[in-house]
Nanobody, 114 residues
Framework: QVQLVESGGGLVQPGGSLRLSCAAS????????MSWYRQAPGKQRELVAT???????NYADSVKGRFSISRDNAKKTIYLQMNSLEPEDTGVYFC????????WGQGTQVTVSS
């Protein structure tokens, strides 16, 4: 089983960019589907992007064309490149690993504000 630690969050102006990282420890990282979720204040957690074991990806409509998810199995790390950020992207971003059960990181705060 893996453990997950997110990093890379912060305060950015609208139109700016951030890259989030999620580092995993433990074994069998390459066998997990990996996702980023986010939760805005007062809202439910929502799926942002997924990268599957085979490498294919899926995105929420709200981030298509702006965000890109990738994984480096050798480094046991996934990334979320976020461009053209909007205030609506503000929230806590969580890394998720799934292999029939879910494992969560502790989250990293992203704030988009002028």
């Amino acid at each position: 089983q893996v453990q997950l630690v997110e990093s890379g969050g912060g305060l950015v102006q609208p139109g700016g960019s951030l890259r989030l990282s999620c580092a995993a420890s433990g074994s069998l990282f390459s066998t997990y589907h990996m996702s980023w979720y986010r939760q805005a204040p007062g809202k439910q957690r929502e799926l942002v992007a997924t990268i599957f074991v085979a490498g294919s990806t899926n995105y929420a409509d709200s981030v298509k064309g702006r965000f890109s998810i990738s994984r480096d199995n050798a480094k046991k790390t996934i990334y979320l490149q976020m461009n053209s950020l909007e205030p609506e992207d503000t929230g806590v971003y969580f890394c998720n690993a799934n292999r029939g059960y879910n494992i969560w990181g502790q989250g990293t705060q992203v704030t988009v504000s002028s």
